[in-house]
């Protein structure tokens, strides 16, 4: 089997962890990343980004890179395979110091050090380096590198599935361990309560306020009662929910003043499960509650309270079957190499989410994130390694 080069691939990690880019704020990665594919042999007209980020809501620099690679020999006409990850990291990385400590990158700064995902993108352009310098045999591929993956999915979710060469099966790096293969993520539902209650003096007439403040505990208080906060298990039926930020208008305190009833609250919460039907299912539970407890707090004019009750699905969860041809492929691979494949589910949303919405089944692997999104973030170099060997492994399989 022919062994790729992990000092080289340990190199391009290092490089790729000290160019900061911060989820939206993708354009010097995105360039040093294009770049890098260039001084590997890829030639310019094959390197491009998308323009994802002016379908994307939010603002975002750059697009996604795409990266295609002709294929070679024998494989030269087959089935053309995708291979992802994602180029940004998470704010608390902005700053991050890589070191390296024996088998480990650990780092010297108090952020978090970006692991995820610059370890996918050092195997994404390794693979790359690896395809062109040797005599083996591939199919043509298609490289994906996502933007804006830790603020939403959104590069995933607004790339066009025309730009990647119609491509049959997709192999996304992200995560800890490369022989966990990731063939289903749960679902997710966004939500947002506007809550109006009614001013009044707290303390000469606070029978006449409705407090928006206490339609808020009320409504969470029942949802929590009924089972559908935190851990939701609802018979056979399995999901989570959250509730997160909590304030006022415009960022501001839900309240002006202890003296002065609260007439206005904001909040937003979660709902996620593997099932579709189930996380909305949490998500009406919400606004039930919401709804019920607005109609409860009455002051004493009998007016209620109101509610304004949004919410929207964030990525859709699936589930690729155990024989799926890209499932069997990932599982070969991985024996091939004389290791275990360990097939499982994830609780969180994936690139892979999107991709197997537009039709293209993806599973993921780690390349060796650890404490991923904190401070005590660390890269585990066997791990990486094994990941760089799988990569040219998946793409070079007969
Ligand atoms: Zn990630």
Same mark, same amino acid.
């Given at each position: 089997m022919h062994k790729v080069d992990t000092d080289a691939a340990l190199s391009r990690l290092m490089r790729f962890l000290a160019v900061e880019g911060v989820t939206g704020k993708e354009a010097r990665i995105g360039k040093e990343l294009a770049a890098a594919f260039r001084e590997v042999g890829?030639?310019?007209?094959a390197i491009r980004f998308d323009e994802a980020h002016k379908r994307i809501p939010l603002p975002t620099e750059s697009g996604n890179l795409i990266v295609d690679l002709p294929g070679k020999g024998?494989?030269?006409?087959?089935d053309r395979l995708l291979f992802m990850t994602h180029m940004d990291t998470v704010?608390?990385?902005?700053g991050a110091q890589p070191k390296k400590q024996g088998r480990k990158i650990v780092n010297?700064?108090?952020?978090?050090?970006?692991?995820?995902n610059r370890t996918g993108c050092a195997v994404l352009v390794s693979l790359a380096a690896e395809l062109i310098a040797s005599k083996a045999d591939h199919p043509p591929l298609t490289m994906l590198i996502t933007v804006r993956e830790e603020s939403g999915l959104w590069g995933a979710r607004h790339v066009?599935?025309?730009?990647?060469?119609?491509?049959?099966m997709g192999f996304n790096f992200d995560g800890r361990k490369a022989t966990g293969i990731v063939i289903g993520a749960v679902g997710a539902d966004r939500w947002e309560v506007e809550i109006f209650g009614r001013a009044s003096h @707290? =303390?000469? &007439?606070?029978?006449r306020g409705i407090s928006a403040t206490m339609i808020l505990a009320e409504a969470l208080a029942s949802a929590r009662a009924d089972g559908w906060f935190g851990k939701v298990l609802k018979g056979d039926k399995a999901g989570t929910s959250n509730i997160g930020p909590v304030g006022g208008t415009?960022?501001?305190? @839900? =309240?002006? &003043?202890?003296?002065v009833v609260t007439d206005y609250v904001h909040a937003a919460g979660e709902s996620r499960s593997h099932d579709l039907k189930f996380f909305r299912e949490i998500t009406a539970a919400y606004k039930e509650a919401f709804t019920a407890a607005a109609a409860k707090v009455a002051n004493s004019e009998g007016k209620t309270g109101k509610v304004k009750f949004t919410s929207r699905t964030d990525y859709f969860p699936f589930l690729l079957k155990e024989n799926a041809p890209v499932v069997k492929q990932a599982v070969a691979a991985i024996k091939a190499m004389g290791l275990a494949p360990e097939i499982r589910t994830a609780n969180g949303g994936l690139d892979a989410n999107w991709l197997t919405r537009h039709g293209v089944p993806t599973v993921t692997f780690g390349?060796?994130?650890?404490?991923?999104?904190?401070?005590?973030e660390w890269i585990d170099l066997d791990e990486f390694d094994t990941a760089c060997q799988l990569a040219f492994q998946l793409a070079t399989a007969t």
């Amino acid at each position: 089997m022919h062994k790729v080069d992990t000092d080289a691939a340990l190199s391009r990690l290092m490089r790729f962890l000290a160019v900061e880019g911060v989820t939206g704020k993708e354009a010097r990665i995105g360039k040093e990343l294009a770049a890098a594919f260039r001084e590997v042999g890829v030639p310019a007209k094959a390197i491009r980004f998308d323009e994802a980020h002016k379908r994307i809501p939010l603002p975002t620099e750059s697009g996604n890179l795409i990266v295609d690679l002709p294929g070679k020999g024998a494989l030269k006409s087959a089935d053309r395979l995708l291979f992802m990850t994602h180029m940004d990291t998470v704010p608390l990385c902005a700053g991050a110091q890589p070191k390296k400590q024996g088998r480990k990158i650990v780092n010297a700064a108090k952020t978090a050090l970006g692991g995820d995902n610059r370890t996918g993108c050092a195997v994404l352009v390794s693979l790359a380096a690896e395809l062109i310098a040797s005599k083996a045999d591939h199919p043509p591929l298609t490289m994906l590198i996502t933007v804006r993956e830790e603020s939403g999915l959104w590069g995933a979710r607004h790339v066009n599935l025309d730009e990647l060469g119609g491509v049959k099966m997709g192999f996304n790096f992200d995560g800890r361990k490369a022989t966990g293969i990731v063939i289903g993520a749960v679902g997710a539902d966004r939500w947002e309560v506007e809550i109006f209650g009614r001013a009044s003096h @707290a =303390g000469t &007439a606070p029978e006449r306020g409705i407090s928006a403040t206490m339609i808020l505990a009320e409504a969470l208080a029942s949802a929590r009662a009924d089972g559908w906060f935190g851990k939701v298990l609802k018979g056979d039926k399995a999901g989570t929910s959250n509730i997160g930020p909590v304030g006022g208008t415009g960022g501001r305190t @839900a =309240g002006d &003043a202890t003296n002065v009833v609260t007439d206005y609250v904001h909040a937003a919460g979660e709902s996620r499960s593997h099932d579709l039907k189930f996380f909305r299912e949490i998500t009406a539970a919400y606004k039930e509650a919401f709804t019920a407890a607005a109609a409860k707090v009455a002051n004493s004019e009998g007016k209620t309270g109101k509610v304004k009750f949004t919410s929207r699905t964030d990525y859709f969860p699936f589930l690729l079957k155990e024989n799926a041809p890209v499932v069997k492929q990932a599982v070969a691979a991985i024996k091939a190499m004389g290791l275990a494949p360990e097939i499982r589910t994830a609780n969180g949303g994936l690139d892979a989410n999107w991709l197997t919405r537009h039709g293209v089944p993806t599973v993921t692997f780690g390349a060796g994130q650890h404490e991923a999104h904190t401070i005590d973030e660390w890269i585990d170099l066997d791990e990486f390694d094994t990941a760089c060997q799988l990569a040219f492994q998946l793409a070079t399989a007969t």
